[in-house]
């Protein structure tokens, strides 16, 4: 049996990069980390950019608003609900 081989520096920089375009990557700027560097919530690590993974869900803008919906709640629609003056 033939032994796996590595992939060459031009072949990995070929492979795309997942984490940027994922729904569960935090790059977490406010801890100064490096550009390649951030935290994965769905395997609770600090990783830098991976080509494969068994968590990658694509960060479309509809996902994006749904994650933001059930982390923080619907704030918009409750903040237009209350924000003018109340009469009695």
Request: charged share 40%.
């Amino acid at each position: 049996m033939r032994a796996a081989v590595p992939p060459s520096p031009t072949r990995r920089d070929q492979a795309l990069n997942l984490c940027p375009r994922c729904l569960y990557w935090d790059r977490r700027p406010e801890d100064g980390l490096g550009e390649r560097l951030g935290y994965c919530t769905q395997k609770e690590i600090l990783t830098s950019y991976v080509t494969e993974c068994r968590f990658y869900e694509r960060a479309t803008p509809d996902r994006v608003r749904q994650k933001s919906r059930e982390l923080y709640g619907e704030f918009e629609a409750e903040e237009e609900e209350g924000s003018g003056p109340e009469e009695e």
